[in-house]
């Protein structure tokens, strides 16, 4: 279960609350640690060494005022017990100045401070705004990589915690999977080959009930799994190695039993359920060349499903969930020459009717604004209903193209509209794809966030579709897909844990040498 990792917070700790929560219950001050500190989207992620038996407390203020945990009246407004590092601090306001400091004692969690560490003074911001590139030139995976998502393991290591991986999927029939968005380790082929993807290009990947499916070309269509005698357990389950450590080179990956034909290209996979959306009824729909729509409820007997239409679509999703207007159980999916497509049945994804588009342009990439309300807690997650956030879905495609609609069915060109600066911002950049994010999910924030990216390394925000901003990762990249760890902080196994994080994907070249790229945004 996903976990908020800043447990046990406590909100305007006066100084009398401070050292006798400090002090008593035995131990003694020990020396402070070293720590530094990164700025994230409401959040800083404090890193410091740890030393065996030693309790550390962190303390902070939204303030540039650096203070002293002892004397009034420079005292830290807030305060966490027992961290460990790397840890991450949360629910912050973006842009305003936070110092923070920490201080330890031994012996029991409750004994007295020692005196403070050093004071780190950072600035919250606005995710996606500020990208790290993970790789350049020999050290990025050697195949390109085309999609990617986050999602839950379902596998429990050695600290009893759960590894929630991201994983790509590219050129070459490759697949890498990263337990922070940062290092990237290649599925082997003895995990793969079952599967027969050694030659194929993948196109889409995405996550649903511990389970991740790739496709791609020959009909291309896989999920991990591993056996237990006659039971099926879906998804990088309990792929350990000897020392109950992760170790994801054990997965298997096998084929659907039915599946297209290898005429059939599917470049994009979507599933009802992702991470955060407790959803009973799992629902797959896979999309590809000559309008191929296909779907599964069950992760390895695939349907053909017709799509109304004969042009190639590259991107599907799931957009019930956004509380579009005009369907409860509601698909969307885009193509070539400026194709959309959407569901009409209430049950599934079997009825598709073609929606009338303004534009000529392949479209790439479709999303919605999440139209609901998360809370995580240590040992739950509850999902509550919509907040006031307006549905709006958001497509983007060739030559800067973007569009938006209250319903899935009626559409309007953003690049002709007066009231946007899409022909501004953008331009003509060739849009890949696009993600969407209800920045409610944090609790603070009650907007959505849209990222796009483009094949010229740039990354494209909006809260509404119609304002966009631009933002410059790698010139010489092409930034092929993106996904985020949805809002929460997640406490990862034994690799400590993944903050909120954007993390895109895709190829760069470099002295005429064109391999695989991941950048990362927290």
């Not at 994009?268 to 599964?296: H, K, L, M, P, R």
């Not at 897909?481 to 895709?506: D, E, L, M, Q, R």
Request: glycine share 10%.
């Amino acid at each position: 279960m996903i976990k908020r990792v800043f447990s046990r917070f406590f909100t305007l700790l006066a100084i009398t609350s401070i050292l006798s929560a400090c002090g008593g219950g035995g131990g003694s001050p020990a020396s402070p640690p070293s720590i530094t500190g990164t700025a994230g989207d409401g959040q800083v992620q404090i890193s410091w060494t740890p030393l065996n038996g030693i309790y550390y407390w962190i303390f902070f203020t939204q303030s540039n005022q650096p203070f002293d945990i002892n004397n009034a009246p420079n005292v830290p407004q807030q305060g966490f017990i027992g961290a460990s590092p790397t840890y991450v601090v949360g629910n912050l306001t973006n842009s305003l100045t936070t110092s923070m400091v920490a201080n330890a004692h031994s012996g029991n969690v409750n004994g007295p401070g020692g005196p403070q560490s050093n004071d780190v003074i950072v600035t919250p911001r606005l995710a996606a705004t500020s990208w790290t590139s993970q790789c350049s030139g020999s050290s990025c995976p050697q195949s390109i990589m085309n999609a990617v998502a986050f999602g839950d393991s379902g596998s429990t290591v050695l600290d009893g915690s759960t590894i929630h991986p991201y994983v790509a999927a590219g050129n070459n029939g490759s697949i890498y999977t990263s337990p922070d968005g940062l290092t990237w380790t290649a599925q082997p082929a003895a995990a793969l080959s079952l599967c027969n993807i050694s030659t194929d290009t993948l196109y889409g990947v995405a996550f649903n009930n511990f389970t991740f499916y790739v496709v791609g070309s020959n009909g291309a269509l896989c999920f991990n799994t591993q056996s237990f005698g006659n039971y099926p357990q879906y998804g990088l389950t309990d792929v350990v190695d000897l020392n109950d450590n992760w170790a994801p080179a054990n997965a298997v990956w096998s084929p659907a039993v039915t599946q297209p034909d290898h005429t059939t290209t599917l470049y994009a996979v979507g599933g009802t359920e992702q991470v955060f959306n407790n959803n009973g009824t799992y629902i797959f729909v896979a999309v590809g060349s000559s309008g191929a729509v296909w779907d599964t409820t069950d992760s390895q007997n695939w349907l053909s499903v017709a799509s109304s239409v004969s042009q190639d679509l590259f991107a599907v999703n799931y957009t019930a969930n956004c509380g579009l207007l005009t369907y409860n159980y509601q698909w969307i999916a885009v193509g070539a020459g400026g194709t959309i497509i959407h569901t009409t049945d209430s049950s599934g994804a079997t009825s598709w009717s073609a929606a009338t588009s303004p534009v000529t342009s392949n479209l790439r990439g479709v999303a919605c604004s999440p139209n609901t309300t998360l809370y995580t807690y240590p040992s739950n997650l509850y999902v509550y209903p919509p907040n006031n956030t307006t549905p709006i879905a958001v497509v983007v495609g060739d030559n800067g193209t973007v569009l938006t609609s209250p319903d899935g069915v009626t559409w309007t060109s953003q690049n002709s509209n007066s009231s946007s600066n899409v022909s501004t911002v953008i331009g003509t950049d060739n849009l890949k794809s696009v993600y969407a994010l209800n920045r409610n999910l944090e609790v603070r924030f009650n907007n959505t966030q849209f990222v796009a990216t483009s094949a010229t390394g740039n990354i494209y925000t909006s809260t509404d579709g119609v304002t966009w901003a631009k933002y410059s990762v790698n010139a010489g990249s092409s930034l092929n897909a993106i996904t985020s760890t949805s809002g929460s902080n997640v406490p990862n196994g034994n690799f400590g844990t993944v903050p909120f994080s954007y993390v895109a994907v895709g190829s760069l070249t470099a002295n005429g040498t064109t391999s695989g790229f991941s950048a990362i945004s927290q």
